[in-house]
C-alpha cells in the first residue's frame, strides 16, 4: 500500500495543525474550512482520514504583523533612508545618480505609507490613553468623542496596512500597456455552442471595457451563422488595461443546452471551448538592422 505522508502548519505560528496519512488516489473533493490560528483548535470538522483548511489570509491588513513582513519592511525602510543621504551628496556621476534615483522613487509610496501609520499609531497610542485617563470619570460626552475617534484611526491603521501590503507586490512593467485582445471559437467541438458563447465572451469584454471607460476598437468580426461569432479582435486602450485582462487568456469551456441553432433540437448538453488571446501593445519597438 502507497501511503503519502502530509504536514500542515499554522499560517500565524508555523507550528504543526496535523498530520495524516492518505492513500494515492483517494484525493476527494471537499469543502475548505475557515484558516486557523493554532493548532490545538477542534472546532475544525474531519473528513475521514484528510482535513482540509484554507492556509491564506483572507485580510491583508493581518499579513503586516507578520514576523518576516516586519523584518523586510523594515530593510526596505533602511534602504529608503541610505539612498536620500547618497542622493544628497553631490560627488555622484549622472548614472548613478540616475540609477539611485530610479530605485528611491520605486520605495517613495512604500515608504510613505509606512510612515502613516507610524503616526497613525502614535495617535491611537494617544487617544487610548486619555480613554485610560478618563476612566471613572463622568464625562460621557468626552468619553464617546474618543472612543468614536479610536475606532476611525484603528480602521484607518487597517487600511493603510493593506496599502502598504499591496504596494509591496512587485508590479509587472507592462501592466499600463494597452491590449490586442482576440476570441475564436473552438473547431472540433461544441459547434454552435462555441459560437455563441464565443460572441457573449466579446460583448462581455466590450461592455467591461465600457465600464471601465476604455476605448475599445473592433479590428476584425467574422459572424457565424445563428447569431454566434467565429472570430473577433479588437484593441483596448485606457488606464492599466493588461493589468486587469492579462489573466484572462486561455481557453473556457461551457456547458449547456443550445438555445438556437442545429444542436439546440436535441435538448441536451453540449459542451463548447472559446479561445482568448490577450496580448500586451507595445509602446516603443527597438529595432537592430545588421547589414552583411
Known sequence: MLVRRCFRLCS????????SGVRRGGWRTLVGHASVKHANRTDVPHWGRVMFKRFFH?????????????????????????????????????????GLTKKHTELLPLASVFRSIEQAQKDLE????????????????????????????SSKILALRRDLI??????????????LLE??????????????????????????AFYK??????????????GGLHHAAARIAGE????????????????????VGLSSRMQRIHTGTVTVIILPQPVEVHCVFFFL
Open 12 to 19: 500565524l505560528c508555523t507550528r504543526v495543525v496535523y498530520s
Open 58 to 98: 483572507s485580510d491583508l491588513g493581518e499579513l503586516y504583523k507578520n514576523e518576516s513582513v516586519q523584518v523586510y519592511l523594515e530593510q526596505l525602510m533602511e534602504e529608503h533612508r541610505d539612498l536620500s543621504k547618497k542622493l544628497q551628496h553631490a560627488y555622484l556621476s549622472e548614472s548613478d545618480r540616475k
Open 126 to 153: 494617544e487617544v487610548s490613553s486619555l480613554l485610560k485617563g478618563l476612566a471613572g470619570t463622568k464625562d460621557e460626552d468626552l468619553t464617546q468623542l474618543l472612543k468614536e475617534e479610536e475606532a476611525q484611526i
Open 166 to 179: 499591496k504596494a509591496l507586490i512587485p508590479t509587472d512593467p507592462l501592466d499600463s500597456s494597452n491590449v
Open 183 to 208: 476570441v475564436v471559437s473552438g473547431r472540433t467541438t461544441g459547434g454552435d455552442i462555441c459560437q455563441q458563447f464565443t460572441k457573449e465572451m466579446f460583448d462581455m469584454y466590450q461592455g467591461f
Open 213 to 226: 471607460n476604455w476605448d475599445f476598437e473592433v479590428l476584425n468580426y467574422t459572424p457565424a451563422e445563428y
Open 240 to 259: 492599466n488595461v493588461y493589468r486587469h485582462l492579462k489573466h484572462e487568456g486561455g481557453t473556457h469551456r461551457v456547458q449547456r443546452i443550445p438555445e
